[in-house]
């Protein structure tokens, strides 16, 4: 049982944390999530510009690059079953261990509580929009992590780092001198909103959701972690199992999720196939309301238009394409061609989205929980399609998030080091100073309630879209000729798999 003097001490650090915070996390959350209002349509349909902002950044590297996100799908197969991997090329990971890291990054809550939001506000034809989104993304996601690989620093002991920040630096100088300065302010912002980003979405949040999911399913307040120290023991367990993996670097990383990843995407999707299996019968009539509601003008919340933004707004927040975060994990591939891992990066909205999103859209849908309306629009809406089927699933789902909250945590303590790095140099300080910085938040966000530090950090992540976005459109022709001439190799042989080389 909680002391007065635990709830006192717990409260007053929650409050004056959160009193700090708040007036600077109520300004800039305000400015990062800038709705324009829409009242026109509806009452209350709002167009968020920051998702603009990564659409629009989607459909025109898609037309750009004329669909390379389509055309790159079945190489990007081929390179992930390592039938162009060369252990001579220099890097520290083998691309499928690269989208593996990236995806661990990506999949998370969105994914469940998200999509349950998306859904409840815009009604089943949101999910349409929200994987026209994700496909528009996967070209993004391309292009920043060709120019991850293209841009990146291999070091004489072989490792690496990479991401936006160097190829706003170095990409932006080649381009024209004159942008060198204007590049290395771009590049010192992205590290500075990563940072952000890192400590609190990428950490904080995770591991506050995977305390709350835990405590959920094992009794609540009157449960084994229901005392007052409770958070904070999890939040410790959880951090020496983020620090045993994050100490030896990005290959320790990758070896986890590569594992990780692939074990965590197929046993949620099978929890969500024994929902749509329970109710095959409604399966159609599913599909058919997805479709025809997106494109209904009676629709869920403000008609085509609101259905559309809660798709696409999903979709943004999921994925991350555009963001930047995953061409820092990819940079580290061992590969001598940038344009590899802009093909396998095109998986990584595929499978986050367009794969993972879509199956808990489905099991929303055909169980009709995003119409109940006692239940709060989120995770409980996802645990209530689960629970229709067997009365435990909810269990499956809470094992669930705190695997997608732990994968999050190791992804996202790479992209903090490589930001920390980039601004106070490559050194073994800087490597352990922020190991320790990022295991000690992992247990303050598991045992307090922090707001406005996560709402602050919320708005660090998507501000990381702008300048990295600034530095795509710029670098555009880069991409071209790197893909293309690829491309080309590929298709006249000068390219071949492992096996056929002599």
Same mark, same amino acid.
């Given at each position: 049982m909680t002391s007065p003097s635990d709830s006192l001490l717990a409260a007053t650090f929650d409050e004056q944390v959160d009193g700090f915070f708040a007036p600077i996390s109520d300004v800039i959350t305000t400015i990062v999530f800038f709705a324009v209002p829409l009242d026109f349509i509806d009452e209350g349909v709002e167009l968020p510009l920051i998702v603009v902002w990564l659409v629009i950044a989607g459909l025109f590297f898609t037309i750009y690059l004329r669909g390379f996100q389509f055309r790159a799908f079945t190489h990007a197969i081929q390179l992930i079953r390592g039938r162009y991997d060369d252990p001579r090329d220099a890097g520290e990971v083998t691309h499928f261990q690269a989208l593996a890291t990236a995806v661990s990054g990506t999949v998370g809550l969105g994914n469940i509580a998200g999509v349950g939001v998306a859904i409840t506000l815009g009604g089943p034809g949101a999910t349409f929009w929200m994987i026209v989104a994700g496909l528009l993304g996967m070209c993004t996601k391309g292009v920043e992590c060709t120019l991850g690989v293209k841009y990146r620093n291999v070091y004489p002991d072989g490792r690496v780092s990479g991401g936006p920040m160097y190829y706003l630096t170095k990409g932006l100088k080649e381009k024209s001198p004159r942008l060198g300065t204007f590049g290395k302010v771009l590049a010192v912002l992205f590290c500075i909103f990563t940072l952000g980003g890192a400590v609190g979405g990428g950490n904080m949040f995770q591991a506050n959701q995977a305390f709350s999911q835990a405590q959920s399913v094992t009794g609540g307040a009157d449960g084994p972690l229901g005392g007052g120290a409770a958070g904070a023991v999890f939040g410790l367990v959880l951090a020496l199992a983020v620090g045993a993996v994050i100490i030896g670097g990005?290959? =320790?990383?990758?070896?986890? !999720?590569?594992?990780?990843?692939?074990?965590?995407?197929?046993? %949620?999707?099978?929890?969500?196939?024994?929902? /749509? $299996?329970?109710?095959? &019968?409604?399966?159609?009539?599913?599909?058919?309301?997805?479709?025809?509601?997106?494109?209904?003008?009676?629709?869920? %919340? &403000?008609?085509?238009?609101?259905?559309?933004?809660q798709g696409f707004r999903r979709a943004a927040f999921s994925n991350e394409a555009g963001l930047g975060s995953a061409a820092i994990a990819h940079s580290a591939v061992k590969t001598e061609h940038p344009a590899t891992e802009g093909h396998v990066a095109v998986l990584e909205p595929f499978i986050d989205t367009v794969v993972i999103c879509t199956m808990t859209a489905l099991a929303i849908v055909i169980t009709g929980t995003y119409l109940d309306d006692a239940s709060d629009a989120g995770v409980q809406t996802t645990s209530a399609a689960f629970e229709t089927v067997v009365s435990w699933f909810p269990i499956v789902l809470a094992v669930a998030v705190i695997l997608f909250a732990y994968s999050t945590m190791l992804a996202w303590s790479y992209y903090g080091l490589k930001a920390a790095t980039y601004l106070f140099g490559e050194s073994m300080v800087v490597?352990? !100073?922020?190991? /320790?910085?990022?295991? /000690?938040?992992?247990?303050?966000?598991?045992?307090? !309630? /922090?707001?406005?530090?996560?709402? $602050?950090?919320? =708005?660090m992540i998507f501000l990381m879209s702008l300048p990295n976005i600034i530095g795509l459109y710029i670098l555009a022709r880069v991409v071209k000729r790197e893909i293309n001439g690829y491309r080309a190799q590929v298709e006249s042989g000068e390219i071949l798999p492992m096996a056929d080389r002599t």
């Open positions: 990005i290959r =320790s990383i990758a070896r986890v !999720t590569d594992k990780l990843v692939p074990f965590m995407a197929i046993f %949620y999707v099978l929890a969500c196939l024994t929902v /749509l $299996f329970a109710n095959a &019968g409604q399966i159609p009539a599913a599909f058919g309301s997805i479709i025809t509601e997106a494109f209904s003008p009676e629709a869920g %919340y &403000g008609g085509i238009v609101g259905v559309l933004i490597d352990r !100073t922020w190991k /320790l910085i990022f295991c /000690l938040f992992v247990v303050i966000g598991a045992s307090s !309630t /922090l707001d406005a530090v996560i709402g $602050f950090s919320d =708005s």
